[in-house]
């Protein structure tokens, strides 16, 4: 199997391609079966095929496809309406991505300001190792370098702090700023949770100096941390909030939610989409919810979760020479390597376990809510065989 030279060359992609899916598992077009801890990059909430997804897109499928925002959408309503009784928000507009779900709430908080009588203030404070997504103004929120340069000059209004350097964030504060930004669990950084305490600092920051505060849970969204968000383990409540990846368990569902307040200045004609909440879209969103709001899934996903990670804390302890430590939340979780990360996935991949690199040298692992104690047993075992074949080649150095 090759891949395409009629593809952009922006992927280095792993010579594999995959003809189906089942739960947890992938299997690829020469019949092999690979656990799927990469999810899609945290996308595939409930597994592949999951009965309930299936449905839902098939049925909805039958009847109607597209209409776009020129008419009203019933799963739009339901969705936007459930999303706001779980959160913080009153408002959602729909995307069909996160970088999409930023943009509109970058859009948000400029735009509250701007009808709040301060044009002035557009700036945006966020931090280092930051991933907000490849639009323009998203890689400028990012701040990271390798996916700037080359794309002209950066969008003005992003001022970039140290992690978890409440202190520069103050500092950064002019007479220009709207809002911070931040993923409560930063995905792509390599999982750096943010400490609760942290989050309610934010708050404060942002209450005493006018700002709104924008949370990024694209990644760490949708129950992925345990609670349906990340925020929600500690007390604080956002103004704005950014969502994808897990809404729509691999349909491309984005949403931007917030309050009445924040989303003042969001009047008719200011934002628009085409694709963003069409029917087929809804239909998978709200099926996703459907079982993710289930009388005790939640509770299930911490369980599961705290069990891998002891598992794999013992794998850690077991490869002093391959891994330093093992990270996150529920089944959002890092395992910080202490040779190449690239290397490390690949060596899981090997023992036909699938894994995302991140920054910081981690290896993240992000299956299914919906993993079986069974398939996160294979998993470690399958991490051990790897770290074990790395740590005797890295010995025999
Ligand atoms: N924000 C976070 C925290 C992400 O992890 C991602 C994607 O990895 C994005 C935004 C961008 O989402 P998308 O790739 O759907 O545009």
Avoid at 123 to 131: L, N, Q, S, V, Y
Avoid at 208 to 225: A, C, F, M, P
Avoid at 288 to 295: G, I, K, M, P, T
Avoid at 360 to 375: F, G, I, S
Wanted: proline content about 4%.
């Amino acid at each position: 199997m090759s891949g395409s030279a009629a593809l952009f060359e922006t992927f280095a992609r792993a010579p594999l391609a995959f003809e189906r899916g089942e739960g947890s598992w992938l299997i690829a077009e020469s019949g092999e079966r690979y656990l799927d801890f990469a999810g899609g990059i945290a996308v595939n909430s409930l597994g592949h095929s999951h009965p309930h997804l299936v449905k839902a897109l098939t049925e909805q499928a039958s009847k109607v496809w597209h209409v776009s925002n020129l008419y009203e959408i019933p799963g739009q309503a339901r969705l936007g309406e459930r999303l706001a009784a779980a959160t913080f928000a009153d408002k959602v507009f729909f995307t069909n991505s996160g970088a999409e779900a930023l943009e509109c709430a970058i859009k948000t908080a400029r735009r509250y300001q701007y009808v709040n009588g301060a044009p002035e203030r557009f700036r945006i404070i966020t931090f280092e190792g930051a991933f907000h997504g490849r639009t323009l103004a998203t890689i400028a929120a990012g701040g990271q370098k390798k996916y700037l340069e080359g794309f002209g000059p950066k969008v003005e209004g992003f001022d970039q702090v140290p992690f978890g350097d409440l202190e520069a964030a103050e500092k950064a504060i002019t007479d220009e700023t709207a809002a911070i930004l931040i993923e409560p669990v930063q995905g792509e950084g390599g999982i750096r949770p943010m400490p609760p305490q942290f989050l309610e600092k934010l708050r404060a920051l942002c209450d005493k100096h006018g700002l709104l505060l924008i949370l990024d849970e694209v990644q760490s969204g949708v129950g992925r941390t345990g609670k349906l968000f990340a925020y929600q383990w500690s007390s604080i409540e956002p103004d704005i909030m950014a969502i994808a990846k897990g809404i729509g368990g691999g349909f491309p569902v984005g949403a931007c939610l917030a309050t009445n307040k924040a989303a003042m200045g969001m009047t008719a004609g200011v934002h628009g989409t085409t694709f963003g909440g069409n029917p087929l879209a809804m239909a998978v969103g709200n099926a996703v919810l459907d079982v993710v709001l289930e009388d005790g899934f939640l509770d299930a996903v911490q369980q599961k979760g705290n069990a891998a990670r002891q598992a794999l804390a013992s794998v850690v302890d077991e490869f002093p020479t391959v891994f330093e430590e093992v990270r996150g939340t529920g089944l959002m979780l890092g395992l910080k390597c202490k040779m190449n990360n690239g290397a490390v996935a690949g060596a899981m991949r090997d023992e036909h376990l699938l894994s995302v690199p991140a920054g910081d040298d981690v290896v993240r692992l992000l299956p299914p809510l919906t993993v079986t104690e069974d398939d996160i047993r294979q998993a470690v075992e399958r991490i051990r065989k790897a770290a074990a074949k790395l740590a005797a080649s890295e010995g025999a150095k």
